[in-house]
């Protein structure tokens, strides 16, 4: 697949930790390793990312949606 952003956070030297289809994937890369920041997608496959959102809060990680 092609993700554009991903790409362009690359570029400008920044290290991308996904991309996470699920919220089980999203959880995985925040137990493995903590972000100075998330972009994320509301909708993931078959259910939204609101328990990432809230992980996020928790953990005070800015995240745009």
Known sequence: ???PLQ???E???YEVMGPAAD????MRFLA???PS???MDVQLVGET???VAQALIALAIPFVV
């Open 7 to 9: 790409e362009t956070l």
């Open 37 to 39: 920041a998330a972009v």
């Open 23 to 26: 919220v089980q994937t999203s």
């Open 32 to 34: 493995l390793d903590r």
């Open 11 to 13: 570029f400008a030297c």
């Open 1 to 3: 697949m092609h993700f």
């Open 49 to 51: 990312s609101v328990p």
